[in-house]
């Protein structure tokens, strides 16, 4: 608790600090994107492509005071741009070319070099920027704003599902990138890696804790990213929070799934600012009104932020996310209750400091703690009964710190360093039988079981990296990166792993981009991840991968943007897992009569991807379009087995229309059903027997579902609006199928035969919401 005293001395002392500081320039200096956002956030309805509003470019001049229409066409002019009026909307388009130069600076100020600095260089294959409100940003998914997104409840963590590469089911927030499993995924919020950033986690992760209100921009690397990411073997997706607007912005939001408000604004004439987001599930309430048996999931969260400017090389800022869950949840015929309460809370401080042009260094201070109690019982006559008490507590102190040296444009080397003092502490009982009728257990060779676990790990975490990229050309760009992490709490002589990473670039022409990136990643087993449930309480040595990865990026003369990847993915030292053969929405997963242990020597993981983007300022359409084909095995001595989520195709399509007032999108979703494992007859007449077919040799239908959004946003005076929106998840109302249960019934001769029952994914779902701006 001393660490959240001081964080909230840190919070306190703020506003008290930098009043003296010397106030910039309004506009003259800053990046040109960041002025057109606060335009927008002033109420201006603007549409703009970084096709020609590139993230290099600069405000040159400081305009005179006019109305925000005028002062914008004053800054856009001196970059060659137009602004044009469509019904309400103002669209940034190419001017008529008088100059091949922009407007000169007054001559006490620099002139803007128009070469892109070498930290905003794309030198990484596999990555992907979701943007808050770039209509066509670079390497973007689509053009939607996030809190836009065509996904259930606005979750802003699943529309990483609709990336190539990635094996989605439409019902949780978490994804499968690239053939790893769920959990080698890190999120990152504001440089600070989040514990388990999710809603309902033992039932699907079904939400994030994060409010789609607050989330600005995402990074998101499905391979081959940068040494400064580690301790995960797949894919990193780095969250940077929402910008304060210049004047005070409120939100008061409401639909079928969440309740919330947010409100954000700045003080200290621009020196501090402030972002306020709370946010309550509505689950329970329909549950309740529809009279379900189903349960009564609850869950709330909030997120508190406030940084200030001290002079014009510091800053700090103050954070804390607190996400609270209630849950019960009962199966349809009542033979499975379970109940969940889960705590978790981040504090954290950033400090950001400029020590001159070229160097300069970010130090995050953070406090995690969560509480997880879960129990749940499993009455099903003559087949089986159990019951589970499951209590789970995790501390951690956070400590990092990222340094940046750019000496020259030709130059940029980064390094860090990431200490964590952890402890756990778990409490466990289980108690499992299973009777003469149960014919899974009898297939799969389940046996009963009695557990009693108390345990406390506890130890140190340490990360240290270094990177180097160079533009040793006008058209090559490297990066060469190696880290270096160590756990004290392993037991074992492989506690310590070294990753060495490249990356490069080759610039072929203005409009083609070819990347090439290699690398070794671990990941460790966190001390909360014993593996209890399963009667596991040893901790394993870090996981490896090897990733290959070769991309060609496009731009075709009709704006139609082309991503082609290729990648290997080779894992090893994997640690032991478990899962349901049958069903994956087992609500006390240890329990299931399908429950087996997997322990695969290697695995690999290989694919091809393409992405295909159409997104025009001056067209009120625009689409994407995202395809793979793919397989992920593990391999058992000379035997590979394809992977629970091996996806052998998949399709995504989207479509983005938008005039005036109204806002639609559609998003198409198709992949190859993924792998199951089939009960056979062997045998005929009194001799048949049922008997469990080669692991995941038979696949389930192919998914598909089409997702749609209408919204209508409706501008008053003095920055106020109505958004008002539908929202249709699997709109075609599609049973796609993900869990199987098998049933062996006898003939009257004797003979016996298989029942298959199947489970679905999502069914249609409706939603409807509004939100009030002020």
Known sequence: MKAIQ?????????????????????????????????????GLSIVYSTDLVKPEMQVTIEPAPADPEELLREILASHGLELRRRGNDLLVVQ???????????????????????????VVHASRYAVHERSPSALNALDGDDIDQLVAAGREPLRVIGRLPGAAASGLSSKQNIRGGEEDEVLVVFDGVP???????????????????????????YTGSFPAQYGDRLSAVIDVVPQSAPARPHHEIGLDFFN??????????????????????????????????????????????QTRRQIGNSLSLSGNVMLADDAITVNELDRETQAAADYRTLHAWSVLNHDLSDSLSYRTVLAWVEADNFRTGTVERPGESSGDVMDHRRYQALHLKQDWSFAPS????????????????RYQYRSDLAFFDDDQIAALTGRSGRNLDILTAPDGAQVGVYLTNRWRFSPKWTAEIGLRWDKQSYVASTENEQTSPRLSLMYTVADNTVLRAGWGRFSQAQGVHELQIEDGVTEFFPAQRSAHTVFGLDHKFSNDLKLRFEVYHKHMDRLRPRFENLFNQLELLPELGSDRTALAPDEATA??????LQMDRADSALGWW????????????????????????????VGLNWNRGLWRADAVAHYHAG?????????GSGSDAAAVLGPRNAANLPDFFSIDLRISRRKPLQENKAWTMFFELTNATARDNRCCVDYSVEANPDGSIFVIQEFDNWLPIIPSLGVIWEF
């Open 6 to 42: 001081c964080l909230l001395v840190l919070l306190a002392g703020m506003a008290a600090i930098g009043s003296h500081a010397q106030e910039p320039a309004r506009y003259s200096g800053r990046y040109l994107l960041e002025v057109l956002e606060s335009f927008r956030d002033d």
């Open 95 to 121: 001017g008529a070319k008088t100059t091949d130069f922009p407007r000169a600076l007054p001559a006490s100020e620099p002139p803007v070099l128009a070469r892109p600095s070498l930290e905003n260089v």
């Open 194 to 220: 989040l514990f388990e950033p999710f809603h309902l986690k033992d039932f699907q992760n079904i939400f994030s804790t994060l409010d789609p209100r607050v989330v600005g921009d995402m990074e998101v």
């Open 259 to 304: 309740v919330g408000a947010m409100s954000a604004g700045s003080y200290s004439d621009g020196r501090g600012e402030w972002l306020v987001s709370a946010r309550r599930g509505n689950l329970d309430l329909l549950f309740d009104a529809f009279n379900n048996d189903i349960g009564s999931p609850s869950y709330f969260d909030l997120f508190v």
């Open 409 to 424: 444009e030709e130059f940029l080397a980064r390094w860090g360093v990431d200490l964590r003092r952890v402890e756990a």
């Open 606 to 611: 290989r694919g091809a991807e393409l992405l």
């Open 625 to 652: 379009a995202g395809a793979s084909v793919s397989s992920v095995e593990d391999s058992f001595g000379d035997r590979d087995v394809p992977r629970s989520w091996d996806q052998k195709r998949a399709l995504n």
């Open 674 to 682: 993924w792998p199951t494992t089939d009960v056979l007859v062997v």
